[in-house]
C-alpha cells in the first residue's frame, strides 16, 4: 500500500547536525571540490543539453558516478524546473533521508529549505523547497489527491532497477500524468529514470522510445575475483576469503559481507570472532558489526563509526548495504551472491521469505561498494559461469507479491481497468483475480458491469496498510475493541519488535516469558505494546527485556497514524480493556486476516486463539 500522507515536520535542522555557520565556508569549498570530481561532472553541460531537448530519458551510470546527488543540482541550477518542484523517489526511506541531508550541505542550504524530504511521518521540506528527495510510496500516496503531480516539473525515479512494487505502479501513473499534461495544453512533465543497472531496452521501450543516455566512468575502479569452483557452503566460503584477505591486506581496509538474513549474519558474527580470537597476535584487531533491518538502532551506527587506527572493520549484511546506505571505509566486498525474496503463491494465499540468487544486476550493485572511496576488490563466491547464468535483473516484485493492496490503490485512483493498466511488466491474470476476490471477499469492491469500490473500500483504501488489516480495524468497532485493534495492526505493521541475540537466545526468550498469552500471538503483541507505554519508551526496559525500541517507537508513530485515520472515518474508538474475548472473537471471523498479513517472525506458527 502506497504511504500516508506524513505530518509536516517544521524542523529547521543544521545540515550536519552539528556544525555552525564559522566552518560552513570551508565545508563548502571542500564538497565543491569534491563534486568536481565527479565522474558525472565532465558530462554536466552535454547531459543538460539532452535532457532539456527530451520529455523522457533513461539515465545509466555507474555506482558513485554522482547520479542521485547532482542531477538534481544540474536541472536547478540550469532553471530546467520552471520553478517548479523536483521530486527525486528512493526504494527505501533511509536512502531518501541521508542523500537530502548530503545535498543539502552542497547546495549550503538547511535541511528542509532548498533541498528536503519526505518519507513515512517525516515532511521536512517548505513552500521553498525545491528538490524534494522522497520514498515512491509518498508520491504515489499525493498522485491520489493530485493524478497529474502538477506541483512538480522533474519527476527523477532512481533506482529503477530495485523494481519494488510502487515503483512499478508509479511508472505507469507517472507516465499517465506526462500523457494528460501534455494533451491538455499544460507545462510538460519531464520524468527522468536512472540506475547503475538496469534493462535499457526494456524501459526505453515502455517510455515510448526514449533516448539512453550513458554515464561514463566510475569513481574508483573495482578488481573482480571469481571463486575457481562452484562453493557448497557460500558461508563457510565467506569466512574462510574475509581471513585471507585479513591475513594479506593491511588494516585499516574494511570488508563488507553480504549474507541473506538475521539468524545467518547473527551465527557468521559470532564465528568470526571467535575465529579472531585464535589467531596470530600478529595480525590486527577486528570490529565486527552485523547490519539487517531488526537490528536495534544503535547496533546499526555502528557500522558508520571510524574503525580504530590499526584495526579492520569487518560489516555482514543483507541486501540494505545494496543501494541504501554508503559505509565509509570499504575496501572489500564478499558477494555470498544469494538474497532472500518475498515469493507469493497464489493457490496458498501466503507470502514466503526464500534464499534465491541474485541477479546480475545486484551482484553489480553489490560490486560498487568496494569503490566508493578509494579502488577496491569484490571476491565473489561463485564462478564466472555462474554469474552469466544469473537472471540478468531482478524479477520484479510486481510478479511476485500479493496484489492486493495494489488493486485496492489502482481502484482509489480512479483506475478500474486492472488487467489493462500500463504496468511495465503485467503480472498474471491469475494473480489479479486472485487480488480481486479477497478484495471482493472483504467487501472492498462490487462486481457489476465493472469491478468498483464499495464506500468499505474506500475507508480501506485511506489506510496504508494490506487489504485485511484495514478491514479489521473498520470491524473493531461492532466489537468494542478498536483501541486494542489499533495496538496489535501498528505490532504487526513493523520489523519485528523482538531483538534476539544468538548468544543470549534463552536469556532472551526467558525475558518475554512476562508477555506471553495463551490466547495467541496477537494478544502477546498487545500485552508487549502496553508495557512499552506503561515504561514510557525506557530504553533500560527495552534492554532488559530484549525489545526493539526503534521499531516499538514506529508502532507508536504508525498506531498514531492509524487512530487519526480512523477518527477522520467517524469511526468509534472502544476499548475492551482488561476483557480480551472481543479480541478472539474478531479474529475468529477470518482467522487468516491477522495471521497472512503478518511479518515472517509471526508465521512461525498461528496463534492459538485464531486456529
Known sequence: MAEEEPKKKRARLNTNGQSTKSNWNEQYEKLRQERTQLPIYPSKQTLIEEVEKVDTAIVIGETGSGKTTQIPQYLLETRLNRGAIIAVTQPRRVAAITIAQRVAQ??????????????????????????????????????????????????????????????????????????????????????????????????????????????????????????????SDYLYASLVTLFKIHKQE????????????????????????????????????????????ALPSYLQLRVFEPTPKGSRKVIVSTNIAETSITIPGIRFVIDSGVVKAKVFNPGSGLDLLKVVRVSRAQATQRMGRAGREAPGACYCLYTEEEHDAFRANTLPEILRCNLSSIVLQLLALGITDIVNFDFMDKPSVESIVNALDQLHRLGAVEKTDKIKLTPTGKKMAAFPLDPRLSKTILVSKDFHCSEEILSIVSM???????????????AALAARKKFVSSEGDTVTLLNIYKAYKSARGDKHWCFENYINRRNMKMALQVRKQLREITQKQNLPLKSCGVDTTAIRDLTVIDPDWLYEAAPTYFKKRKPAAIT
Open 106 to 231: 552542497e547546495k549550503r542550504s538547511e535541511l528542509g529549505g532548498l533541498v528536503g524530504y519526505c518519507v513515512r511521518f517525516e515532511d521536512v521540506t517548505s513552500e521553498t523547497t525545491k528538490i524534494k528527495y522522497m520514498t515512491d510510496g509518498m508520491l504515489l500516496r499525493e498522485a491520489i489527491l493530485d493524478p497529474i503531480l502538477k506541483r512538480y516539473s522533474v519527476v527523477i525515479l532512481d533506482e529503477a532497477h530495485e523494481r519494488t512494487i510502487h515503483t512499478d505502479v508509479l511508472f505507469g501513473v507517472v507516465k499517465a500524468a506526462q500523457r494528460k499534461r501534455k494533451t491538455s495544453g499544460m507545462k510538460p512533465l519531464k520524468i527522468l529514470v536512472m540506475s547503475a543497472t538496469m534493462d535499457v531496452n526494456h524501459f526505453s521501450d515502455y517510455f515510448n522510445n526514449a533516448p539512453i543516455l550513458y554515464l561514463e566512468g566510475r569513481q574508483y575502479p573495482v578488481e573482480l575475483l571469481y571463486a575457481c569452483e562452484p562453493q
Open 250 to 293: 593491511p588494516p585499516g581496509k574494511d570488508v563488507l559481507i553480504f549474507l541473506t538474513g538475521q539468524e545467518e549474519i547473527e551465527s557468521a558474527v559470532l564465528s568470526i570472532r571467535d575465529l579472531a580470537r585464535d589467531t596470530h597476535n600478529d595480525l590486527p584487531p577486528m570490529v565486527v558489526c552485523p547490519l539487517y533491518a
Open 492 to 506: 504487526l505493521s513493523v520489523e519485528s519488535v523482538f531483538f534476539t541475540p544468538q548468544n543470549k537466545r534463552d
